[in-house]
């Protein structure tokens, strides 16, 4: 069964750097795309940033240039890099396959998310 823990968040000013990390047991990490998405207060989540199994990356304009998304597929670990953080990055980060991993219980399946990681950047 898989397994993704998110850690690195914390509360930051306007401008400051932080490094988020997801460890991924239960599945065969390398062959993965995977991706950071994350979700504000009262919204879906969106995804902000991915790489291939091949380390291709892509980003959503709004992080382009301050967040860097990598992986170490010996480690089953993905990074996000953000710097130049702003107040609206404020946000509950996840990791994630790209699409979602997919959990399935009998009849009903839906997506698989662990618990995130809060970050809070004040301006």
């Known amino acids: 069964q898989v397994q993704l823990v998110e850690s690195g968040g914390g509360l930051v000013q306007a401008g400051a750097s932080l490094r988020l990390s997801c460890a991924a047991s239960?599945?065969?990490?390398?062959?993965?795309?995977m991706g950071w998405y994350r979700q504000f207060p009262g919204k879906g989540r969106e995804l902000v940033a991915a790489i291939t199994s091949e380390g291709t990356t892509m980003y959503v304009d709004s992080v382009r240039g301050r967040f860097t998304i990598s992986r170490d597929n010996a480690k089953n670990t993905m990074y996000l890099q953000m710097i130049s953080l702003k107040p609206e990055d404020t946000a509950v980060y996840y990791c994630n396959r790209n699409p979602p991993f997919t959990v399935v219980q009998g009849f009903r399946s839906y997506d698989y998310w662990g618990q995130g990681t809060q970050v809070t950047v004040s301006s």
């Open positions: 239960g599945t065969i990490f390398s062959i993965n795309a």
